[in-house]
């Protein structure tokens, strides 16, 4: 129904066109392609996030799965105002990110040189996330285990909160990896995940939302737009639902 | 030169003089006409597939009995009716008996076509047998045992066909008898819209009253206010077949494939004939009494009404003209079959695409992220908010609809 456009057009057609128009002046109409005809539509399709009701872990071995957790835990501790990272889903996030796309950075340019940048460039790594989140647990168990004798998960919160200071400043080195750039990587998944939609894993029964009073993806708030300094006291909506849909009574 | 144009001019009148003279019958314009009565009755949603060579036949019918497949009507002598004389098309389309006296099923809607005039059925030869010949080779018939023996029809046509070509009704207009011959006749509107009987006859005492077909509700056309067609306009009816839609609501599932393939391409004075007809068929509603606002299931299906449907329906289901069907006082929503509301939410739908509003705009699918329960409840909200009062859906319906809809 749609025909493929022919081939880009040459550098020779685009100097003979413009000179055209430029000689034919505001006289000139362009022609416009045409595209007739509907995209194609199916029944029930739909585009949901991958793996969001697949049970288990996607990406993480089991053991691997324990140590962020325990990260995560150490992240974002319970307390009065919610509960832990790890309570919320974000290793579940992090598990279902690295899982897809995500994981390889399939939508950035991975292909060298890789130079050291100047801070104001950023991210300069070669390792994609799935890179850095396995060797960054191997390097922290391996660290661990030589000065403590145990896995990062087996430490009492003053180690822990003492270990990732000492990564995120750069002065416990890991094997294979940059530490600031590993601590990096998983503070910053792990807002992520205590942020995200709950669709994606984290962020469970909407629990940070409701922490900083945000309704959730709403599309739509025409109806709200008249009413000035009034609590709306809207309950937070996720894509997978909200708990104002359950039928109470 | 202006003197050899008008000599050619002459010779052209002479021409179809002696067509005239030879045939009988000036046979470009009985052919155009053929083209248009065509395209009035929908010949191609049974009888061409799409990207197939016109009237080739091969498209399913799933009936309750079983399949049904369009004939090849092209004139290829062996496969299409190539063979036949207008007097076999003229018994096929007032009885229903093609040569040889084989009856066909009703899914050859002859009940119909009976009432198309002689004279337009002469058009409709003529047009058929400008067709270019197919050799497509179809077996029309794939109705498991008993259905598939056409004795059977004998018994049938005495319980559902009366034969007859459509009498105007000399106490009415010119305008309205055009309308009624349209809509029982060539637009078969009664094949979808009338309820049937157990054997898949109409329910003529409920001409037009609205049917369940194909997991689709095919609406109450009658000018009833609650669930027909009190509510819109002449023109409103007539801008729906033309583009598909119009300010309350929008043509999908079989009926986008009508505008899109027939009403869209109808002149409007036929189409206007049509909504003139409709609106005069009174049929007084019975309306039930809305749930409670402040039901458990009301409330359940406010809210996710809010956070699901009311981005494009708007909060009080206002809608947006030709894009978002109304779904306030919705003769569609108050109808008593939920199916096609449960549908659409489920998997979602597309309206037509015509010549005057190409857009076809798509309804996403909900059968990923709302469960039956969500689904029963924000259709029930529906069915009973904004002056629609219809009765509420169960999530065992949902859950078989949803079933039957995955399986194809």
Known sequence: ?249 | MKASLSMCAGVLGLAIGYAHAGTGADSYNLVEKGRYLATLGDCTACHTLPGKPLFSGGVVLDTPFGKLLGANITPDPVHGIGRWSFEDFQNVMSKGHSPGDKRLYGAMPFTAYTKVSREDNQALWAYLQTVDPSDNAVETNQLPFPFNVRASLIGWNLLNFTQGEYQPDPQKSAQWNRGAYLVQGLGHCGTCHTPKNLTGGDKNGQFLQGANLQGWVAPDLTANNHSGIGSWRPEDIVQYLKTGANRFDVASGPMAEEVEHSSQHWQDEDLMAVAVYLKDFANPAEVPKPLAANDPTMKAGQAIYADRCSACHISKGQGVEGLFPTLANAPLVNNADASSMIRVVLSGSRAGATDAAPTAPAMPSFGWNLSDDNVAAVVTYVRNSWGNAAAPVTSSEVKNLREQLQVK
């Open chain 1, 1 to 249: 129904m749609i025909e493929k456009p022919a081939k880009g057009v040459t550098r020779r057609q685009l100097l003979l066109s413009s000179a055209t128009t430029v000689a034919m002046g505001a006289a000139a109409t362009a022609k416009a392609a045409t595209i007739a005809g509907t995209p194609q539509w199916v029944p029930f399709d739909h585009n949901g996030p991958l793996h969001y009701d697949t049970p288990g872990w996607q990406y993480f071995t089991d053991e691997q799965a324990r140590e962020v957790e325990a990260i995560v835990e150490q992240l974002i501790p319970a307390d009065e105002l919610s509960v832990s990272g790890k309570d919320a889903g974000c290793a579940v996030f992090i598990d279902r990110q690295l899982a897809g796309e995500y994981g390889t950075f399939a939508r950035l340019y991975q292909e060298g040189p890789f130079q050291p940048g100047t801070a104001m460039q950023g991210d300069q790594s070669p390792l994609n996330p799935r890179q850095r989140y396995t060797l960054g647990l191997a390097g922290l168990t391996k660290y661990c285990q030589a000065n403590f004798k145990k896995p990062f998960s087996g430490l009492g919160a003053e180690q822990r909160d003492a270990t990732l200071a000492g990564l995120e400043k750069g002065t416990i080195a890991l094997d294979g990896i940059d530490s600031p750039l590993f601590f990096q990587q998983v503070l910053g998944n792990t807002m992520e995940g205590f942020f995200a939609d709950p669709i994606y894993g984290g962020n469970r029964d909407m629990v940070s939302w409701k922490l900083i009073g945000f309704p959730g993806a709403r599309y739509d708030y025409r109806d709200y737009i008249g009413l000035h300094n009034q609590k709306l006291d809207l309950v937070p909506l996720s894509i997978v639902g909200s708990s104002a849909w359950t039928q109470k009574g």
